[in-house]
């Protein structure tokens, strides 16, 4: 089993910058995968940032150049950083980790708005 704790949502204006926190604890150590989904009001969850056991990242195209992915593996933590914030960025984020079973967060909500 893996718990995921999420924290730093909030209220940002357009343009401002976010960072999310999601520390993991358990049996992480069959983890190949972990990243975030965001789910917008009214729309399905979409993948938002990906980073493999490898390294190698994977983004939305809609938050290449503004969302950055990375991991602090002493901390067993994984952030995303978001700049540049748009009104289509609210939404619910959740982090994941994945080991072939799927770990979520509990989710933070994400508002930018004026």
């Known amino acids: 089993q893996v718990q995921l704790v999420e924290s730093g949502g909030g209220l940002v204006q357009p343009g401002g910058s976010l960072r999310l926190s999601c520390a993991a604890s358990g049996s992480i150590a069959s983890i190949n995968a972990m990243g975030w989904y965001r789910q917008p009001p009214g729309n399905q969850r979409e993948l938002v940032a990906l980073m493999l056991s490898t390294g190698t990242t994977n983004y939305a195209d809609s938050v290449k150049g503004r969302f950055t992915i990375s991991r602090d593996s002493a901390k067993n933590t994984v952030y995303l950083q978001m700049g540049g914030l748009k009104p289509e960025d609210t939404a619910v984020y959740y982090c994941?980790?994945?080991?072939?079973?799927?770990?979520w967060g509990q989710g933070t909500q994400v508002t930018v708005s004026s």
């Open positions: 994941f980790y994945r080991s072939g079973v799927t770990y």
